[in-house]
C-alpha cells in the first residue's frame, strides 16, 4: 500500500517548476516540519526575500536534526521560527514518499546539490554573501577557491571558533563585521546543533539578510574534508561514506540515534493509513445514506398507496 511510487527517485529534468509554494509543500514527517522543494524554489524565495530588504532564516533537516528537536528545546524553537525548511536527507525524503507526501529526489537541498547554481545567480543578482564557520583559515581558503572558479563572487568569512554566548564581546564582535559588511545572505557553518542555536539567538540583530545553515559546507570547499561521491548521496548512502570516514564521531549519530524516531515512524504510518482508509469510509458514508433516503423514499411511495 505504502510503497515508492515508479518515479520516487527517477531523474527528472528540474527546468519547469513552481515559484509559488503551495501550502501542502509543507509537509510532517518523523516529527519535524519540512518544505518539499526544489533548489530553484529556494532561490525564489531568497531572491523575492532580498528585493524586499526582508530577513529570512532556510534551515535543513536531516535524521541527526530530527533528533535533535526532540532533546533539545532550543533547536526545536529554531525550526519553528525557520521560515523555509529544506530537506537534507535522501532517507527522509524515501521514508516521506512511503508514508504518503508528494516527495521526490530532487527535493533534496544541500549546499553541494545547489552551489554551483547559487554561485552563478549570486553573481548575476550581485548577491554579498558572509560565511561564518571553520577553524580559522579555511574560510578563507574556501572562498579564494570560490572566487577562482566564478569571479566576481562578492564573500566575506569570518572562522566559527568564538565564544558564541550572546552577550560575549567575541559574538559581538562578528555580528558586527557582518553587519558592516551589510551582506544580502549569511551561510552559518559551525555545526549541527551549534550554528542553528547561534541563528536563533542572533538573527534578529542581524540586518535583512538571508541565513543558511550549511554545515561543513566550506571544509569542502577548502578540502580540509573529503565529500561524499555525489551518487552516493542520490541513492541515500551518504551517511555510510561518512562513518567510515570518521566512525568515532559519527557511529551514536548514524547508528543510535534514528532508534529514537521509531514512535514518530509509527504515527506516521497511522496517519498514512487513516488518510488511505478516509476515502473509503466517506464512500461507504455515502452508499448508507443513499440506501437510508432510497429506504424512506419506499417506504413514503407504499405509505402514498
Known sequence: MFLPARDAFSPEVRQNFRMNRRPEERVQVLGGSMDLVRPEEVFHFVAGKIAAREGAVVANHNLHS???????????????????????????IFWARIVGRASRRFHRCTYL????????????ENWKVFFVGGAPGVGEKAAARIQADWPGAQLAVHHGYFDADPNSAENQAVVDAINAYRPDIVLVGMGMPRQEIWVL???????????????????????????????????????????????QRLFTRYCVEPWHLMGPAIRDLGKAVARQLAPR?????????YARAAELARSDSLGGR
Open 201 to 247: 539567538e542572533n538573527q534578529d540583530k542581524l540586518g535583512p539578510c538571508v541565513t543558511f545553515t550549511v554545515g561543513g559546507a566550506f571544509d569542502y570547499e577548502a578540502g580540509v574534508q573529503l565529500p561524499s561521491p555525489r551518487w552516493m548521496g542520490q541513492v541515500g548512502m551518504e551517511w555510510l561514506f561518512r562513518l567510515m570516514v570518521d566512525p
Open 66 to 92: 530530527l533528533y535533535l528537536i526532540r532533546k533539545d528545546e532550543k533547536i526545536a524553537e529554531f525550526f519553528r521560527k525557520s521560515d523555509l525548511i529544506e530537506v537534507d536527507s535522501v532517507p527522509v
Open 113 to 124: 546539490d545547489w552551489r554551483d547554481a547559487f554561485w552563478e545567480r549570486a553573481i548575476r
Open 281 to 289: 469510509k466517506a464512500s461507504d458514508t455515502g452508499r448508507a445514506e
